[in-house]
């Protein structure tokens, strides 16, 4: 039996060598359009700020070396031009040469990616991208001398390739067309991430189209000019599916191969896996693009599975994501509030501002988390995390507890490894089940920050309860003061009407509504507190957002 | 309704401060033994070595704030001596005076945590103990001017206050009387950080029982003396369930207080949480004396709630812990092999020694994971990480997967936050989840360290199929070596009989199982490869453990 893969990266090569540890006496070739199989193609913008010094760090393998390892036939600078399913047939073309030779399978596994997409826009030609080593190779040239970049698309690559611009020594601007950079997070958790590429040097454009991109320059609506002695383009991918599309496989609406739950596509002699294939999300079962590596790899080994007779099927994707940005750390799984609204789905948000570990250890670092949540069932279903040391970890752990059908109240039960050096006595995440449980059992009603001012001019009085001292340092303007700690025998001093009770993470809010509301008094937290509000998008860059909170002191000792 | 809880720290003040926010008018009265309420008692061996600069640090809360902030009226230096469950009365004691008074209450909360045990040795009254801000006191004075210490004990304490006392510049004992430190997880899980401790120079006495504490000396059985200019005596804790006892309530049969699901005692008005009482076992639901701050935190507020009429239920517990010794993080979930063998429970053992991050970025740490396994039912059973940074976070997310029901295979499934900073494409949970596929498939036997000798005793040849170079730098002894790559052009070499296949750390083992298995061959792979067997106990100190592996090379790219 022969079995061709096109593509030779995550999905493909997962495949591969997973064929080869169940069938020692299949054919298996791998054919990859560029020079190189299994790079580290998500290392590629590391390599061109010098993170990873040596190019040889990318190549974890060589055609020689998987021939050695696992018989593998691998055929790199091949790329399968044409596919006649009837007799099953590619046409294989060397990419150097041109030159075209057929080559028949019993078995074809398509694992071609995702193809960088360029804006239509005049001059856009001359852009670069990085998709593979040949691609990092042309930047790390372009990059020698240059003084200048610009960065079209605040994605996972254009992020990452800015960074990395910044540490070559450039003077970077990262252009987007949206007013933020990673799309599929809420704004309020991105906020830092801009705050912080800002303090590094970069010149962030938010909602701003490029209209030309010259010699030297890129042009934007606003008629800005910006310097680029090189531009790349990372406004995104699309599944690179012309060679299934052309060969009349079944392509779906988000333009992905179709594929079934043993990845089939609609030829039963041809499999799909990887970026160029749809997935279903897990929330709703819809088609989704997402391009993950551990998605692709899952996904490969899965297609060698199935054609190896073991009983697999693939799961729904959650599309779990981290991205690293001069040192902070943002991360997310499920779905956003944005995303939910958008879909006019019921949820709650709630956001915390917790550190990673015990406050009193030295070196403890912040972040704020969001979740999401289905105030019918419970059900987690989503979650963002931005900061500090320990953002993955707590994402990771809400990725499984989704994976495993855990509701939201659950989480305050979590067993979490604890010691003032890696958490607290209530993890981050077991607050967020804390929390949870609160709303489900009633017990408070919070607004998000893009509902407060609706509130206040409807009549409600904005109430801080922090200490005198925070309030005057971090004010949310129109609010009255009365500390937490006085706020009972103060209670006589308070407007009539409904409350809006803020402090600065969102703890001692909720301790104020709960004396107020006991007293009969109505009163709705503001979720977050002034930490989320303060990460609103459009706000004044000058304004305070680093200060801590004391969240967690009084009950939580350990 | 007046509530008096016994006990300040983590679950008596977490159920008082719950039990004000559910209810603004009851009388909350808590009385604390100590002159503290709400310190960070997992932060005191922190402050014994400096690490927490501040004494203050520790002291969270004060009987005024938490009086401001939860109208709590808390007592410290408070002990309660007598209970009298017929008048629902109390013997309150003075520490300081020895005065006594009687106090009234509808709903008892008793929190009285545990007490350290002093082996019954001549002398040993002269050890220090580290339970409370006093104790440490006592410690911080008695270091002072102090040049040796021997800590008797190597449970969690009495590691990370070795640490400490190295920190503060002594020459450190650790006396152990079993063979390891860590006596819940498994010898070759935790025979890195008994390596660990010698490198930093503590003189780490295992299987060693100390007969008499001298003046200035610790005498052991092999009549070796100590020099001791101080001696801490930290060889466990047993639950503080005296006045429990002497009220006629039930306690266990391992010396805790018994509670229902609603954590209440035998007397429906009084409750009990934390150290002092006796939980259900997480996979067998046998009583379980589990003392740790974040299920001391939970059953105080569960406590709370059931005062206050919510519907809660106490979860049972998987004794989720971690520790750091001198940089490395040692950290378990669930169940170890030794106790599953001691249970006469049947298990697969899986070990891998994975990287926190992809190999190819700059700062990857090693790490070794152990995941035990039902072979009937695929259920995670427990798991284990010893290594640097990133095992707290896989140790997390396996005890998530439990609490979420998921099975071992659905490990390999899981979405985690994945770019070459945080992860690998194939994150090292996911890994775990893979092999035990294989295992479930048939695919490949493993032997266990253990099993070894017995093994080759029995026939079998060992098969080393690393690189020439590895074989004769770290050899197993008695091996034959030919290495993967070259493996299916000499099968001919190869004698007859079982197989028992090794490499590194598992992979390039298990590759080669798979060859050999499809050539006729019956080859059993040594699971975890060199690292696991360098790890075993009893090995020669010389010998090399650090070395890495390539284990991810060529199908996860990403």
Redesign the interface.
């Known amino acids: 039996m022969r079995i061709v893969i096109v593509g030779g ?2 999905g493909g ?2 495949a ?3 064929l080869r ?5 299949a054919e298996i070739v791998v054919l990859e359009r560029s020079g190189h199989v ?6 590629l913008p ?1 390599h061109v700020g010098g ?2 010094e040596e190019r040889s ?2 190549l ?2 060589t055609p020689q ?2 021939g ?4 593998l036939d691998v055929r790199v600078g091949r790329e399968a031009v044409a596919l006649d399913r009837a007799s099953r047939t590619l046409r294989v073309r060397e990419v150097a040469t041109g030159a075209e030779e057929e080559l028949g399978y019993d078995v074809l596994i398509l694992s071609p990616g995702a193809t960088p997409v360029r804006p239509p826009v005049p001059g856009m030609e001359r852009a670069l991208v990085l998709r593979d080593v040949e691609d990092t190779d042309e930047v790390v040239a372009a990059v020698a001398g240059a003084r200048s970049a610009v960065v079209v698309g605040g994605g ?1 690559i254009g992020v990452e390739v800015a960074e990395n611009l910044v540490h070559r020594g450039l003077d970077v601007a990262l252009v987007e067309a949206t007013g933020q950079i990673m799309a599929p997070l809420d704004p309020e958790m991105v906020e830092p991430v801009h705050a912080r590429l800002r303090e590094r040097g970069v010149d962030l454009r938010l909602g701003s189209a490029v209209t030309a991109v010259g010699e030297r320059t890129v042009s934007l609506a606003d008629g800005t000019e910006l310097p680029a002695d090189v531009v790349l383009a990372a406004v995104g991918v699309r599944p690179d599916s012309t060679l299934a599309r052309a060969a009349g496989l079944e392509t779906g609406p988000r333009g992905g191969i179709v594929v079934d739950e043993h990845l089939r596509t609609s030829d039963p002699h041809v499999f799909a896996v990887g970026d160029a294939v749809e997935k279903r999300d897990a929330l709703d079962g819809s088609p989704s693009l997402v391009a ?7 996904q ?2 899965l297609a060698a599975d199935v054609i190896a007779g ?1 009983d697999v099927a693939d ?1 729904p ?8 940005v001069f040192g902070l ?1 943002l ?3 499920g779905w956003s509030e944005k995303r939910l609204r958008a879909a006019g789905r019921a949820y709650r948000a709630i956001h915390t501002h917790p550190a990673n570990h ?1 406050g ?3 070196g403890a670092e912040g972040m704020a988390l969001k979740l999401l949540v289905d105030p019918e069932t419970d059900a987690i279903l989503g979650a963002q995390g931005v900061g500090g040391a320990g953002v ?2 707590r ?3 809400i ?3 989704i ?4 509701r939201t109240a ?1 989480l ?12 607290s ?3 981050p995440v ?1 607050m967020l089940g ?1 929390i949870d449980r609160n709303h489900r ?1 009633g ?1 408070v009603e919070t607004i998000q920050w893009h509902e407060l001012q609706d509130r206040l001019d409807a009549g409600a009085v904005l109430l801080d309860v922090r200490t005198p001292a925070e309030h005057e340092a971090m004010p949310i303007p129109g609010g009255i003061n009365i500390e ?3 706020l ?1 025998e103060r209670l006589g001093e308070l407007p009539e009407g409904e409350l809006v009770v803020h402090c600065q993470a969102g703890l001692r809010g ?2 104020a509504a ?2 107020l509301a ?2 009969g008094r109505r009163a709705v937290n503001l979720d977050g507190g002034y930490l989320t509000w303060a990460a609103r998008p459009g706000r004044d860059e000058d304004e305070t957002t680093a200060a801590g909170d004391d969240t967690d ?6």
Chains 1, 2 share one sequence.
Request: charged share 20%; hydrophobic share 40%.
């Open positions: 990266v995550a090569m997962s591969a060598t997973r540890r169940l069938d020692e006496d299994s790079f580290a193609n998500c290392g590391y993170v990873i760090a990318l974890l393998q070396s998987l050695a390892r696992f018989g996972f993950l590596a551990n998605t692709a790899n899952l490969g080994r073991l799961r994707v959650l599309g779990t994501s981290v991205v690293g750390t991360a997310s799984t015990a009193y250890y030295p993955d970890k994402i990771d752990v990725a499984t507890a994976t495993g059908g855990l659950d305050a039960e979590l067993e979490l490894a604890y010691s003032p050096l890696y958490g006595a209530k993890d077991n804390y059992d017990l937490l700690d006085r009972r909720y301790l709960r004396v006991q007293h002191r009084g009950s939580s000792a350990g």
